[in-house]
């Protein structure tokens, strides 16, 4: 049986291609299609000298796995070692999907002339077979994504924020609030409500210790320090309306910037204000803040936020 090498890069290629596609488009990455074929023909070039045993070592499993983080770090650029890690399993995940699509196409198939060679399949099959391949595992990746997701809708409703207050930060977790529409009445910037309590390491606790009388207007000697000077041009009053309260008030506070990590990603929140709740926002303590929904959905569009994640 005849096998010609373009025909092996090709296939690989375009199998490669689309297995990337699909893990960024799951992942919801911004891809750039100039990394995602770099990735996919180092991976067809890999396919080439696995089947001319040119160099032994690179049918090596622990240089596959090696092969695999370099292909999602050429596609995806991820910045840290986390998000790295999520990228590849997903990209495992995929492949898995991908593998199994195409042993069914070739048992309905079934072409006369096709062999295994060092875990791959060679043969003479048609181009239009791989591609075809390529679009059921895509089609069914993404289903199969989607519903497992709605099953975790649960888990969904949470994410973690990392709140800079000057060189301070602070982690939490907050939950996906669709009631939270809070904005600074003046400058329209969102407002992300976070519990008193856990906020001591990271703001002067002269300022969490008297909110009221910050609010009203009414700052004493015994508050008004130097500690305390530089944080009052960053104060706003938010106005807040919740069961049992009809007008309430919120002592705001511009940060430097909040982190929000969801759906395998970090989005970076610039000019983002945090509302300081003097209460506790769960009874068992499951989270810590409220972020609302619409800072979520615009997460990557919004003036206020910069993807940090591609």
């Keep these: 049986m005849t096998i010609y090498l373009d025909v092996v890069l090709i296939e690989n290629l375009i199998m490669n291609y689309i297995i990337l596609f699909a893990t960024g488009y799951i992942l919801k990455i911004k891809l750039n299609h100039i990394r995602l074929i770099l990735s996919a023909l180092l991976g067809g070039i890999y396919s080439i000298l696995a089947y001319m045993e040119i160099l032994p070592i690179y049918t090596n499993f622990l240089m596959k796995i090696l092969l695999s983080v370099v292909m999602v770090y050429l596609a995806y650029n991820a ?33 006369q002339e096709i062999l295994m060679k060092n875990g791959m399949l060679i043969g003479t099959y048609p181009l ?20 497992v997701k709605r099953r975790l809708n649960k888990k969904d409703m949470f994410c973690d924020i990392t709140v800079f207050v000057g060189e301070k930060n602070i982690k939490t977790k907050a939950m996906i609030d669709t009631g939270n529409m809070l904005k600074d009445p003046i400058t329209r910037i969102p407002v992300i409500v976070v519990e008193k309590d856990i906020l001591y390491q990271i703001i002067p606790y002269k300022i969490l210790d008297n909110l009221e009388e910050i609010i009203g207007g009414e700052i004493s000697n ?26 309430g008030m919120l002592l705001g ?46 997460s990557g569009e919004s003036e206020y936020t910069t993807s940090i994640s591609k």
């Design 128 to 147: 239009k077979i791989a591609v075809l391949g390529g679009i059921v595992g895509f089609t069914i990746s993404v289903i199969a994504f989607k519903v």
């Design 222 to 247: 015994e508050i008004y320090e130097e500690e305390v000077i530089k944080y009052i041009s960053k104060f706003r009053v938010i106005p807040f309306t919740s069961l049992g309260k009809e007008n």
């Design 253 to 298: 506070l511009k940060v430097k910037k909040v982190i929000v990590e969801i759906d395998f990603n970090e989005e970076e929140i610039k000019d983002v204000i945090i509302g300081i709740y003097n209460k506790k926002l769960s009874k068992k303590n499951k989270y810590n803040a409220l972020i609302g929904l619409d800072i979520i959905e615009r």
């Design 79 to 111: 910045k840290n070692i986390k998000l790295l890690l999520k990228q590849i399993t997903i990209f495992y995940l995929t492949s898995f999907v991908f593998g199994g699509c195409s042993f069914a196409l070739l048992y309905f198939i079934k072409p």
